[in-house]
């Protein structure tokens, strides 16, 4: 299988941007995604990336991958309280239809 | 367009009994994949459901399995229910092709007493 690893928590204030990064270790995977989950809520697609992109912008969302270093970050511009919630990174490799989910970054974001 | 439907939102069931979840996917859509979310162990893969047929299992022991019918819509089936099952069951579908996007449902969060 594959794992992947996010960082646990992230804190920032209203207005400023942040970054939630996310580490994997399957080169063959091909779409990598970024979830939202909000409380007692299911995952909400917020984008996803081809493997074979640098980057992706998405209006306030920014994705990076650095495919040699197996390395994806999100970015949220203008952070708002709206965007509190638990952050997913997945990865999908050669198998459809299977997804492989970091523990998830909760982003807290202060006023 | 309707998002994924997934029955009941809440389940209590005591040890031993069985449980059977349901998800309805999007229209058009004919991959439907199961997810377990705990707080310890996070999401795991379940399995993953094309045109009625299993193509994909993750490691979960033989109590829990599915069915797609060929509407898609799929059910999920565990039986002799154990402490450890408790946990927020997600469903998602997707187009099933290559440049596939898999929408989740709200969940069933099942509580196993």
Known sequence: GEDVEQSLFLSVREGDSSVINCTY???????????????????????????????????????????????????IADTQTGDSAIYFCAPRGSTLGRLYFGRGTQLTVWP | KAGVTQTPRYLIKTRGQQVT?????????????????????????????FSETQRNKGNFPGRFSGRQFSNSRSEMNVSTLELGDSALYLCASSSGGREEKLFFGSGTQLSVL
């Open chain 1, 25 to 75: 270790t399957d080169s063959s995977s091909t779409y990598l995604y970024w979830y939202k989950q909000e409380p007692g809520a299911g995952l909400q697609l917020l984008t996803y990336i081809f493997s074979n992109m640098d980057m992706k912008q998405d209006q306030r969302l920014t994705v990076l991958l650095n495919k040699k270093d197996k390395h994806l970050s999100l970015r």
């Open chain 2, 21 to 49: 979840l349901s998800c309805s996917p999007i229209s058009g859509h004919r991959s439907v994949s199961w997810y377990q979310q705990t707080p310890g162990q996070g999401l795991q893969f379940l399995f993953e459901y």
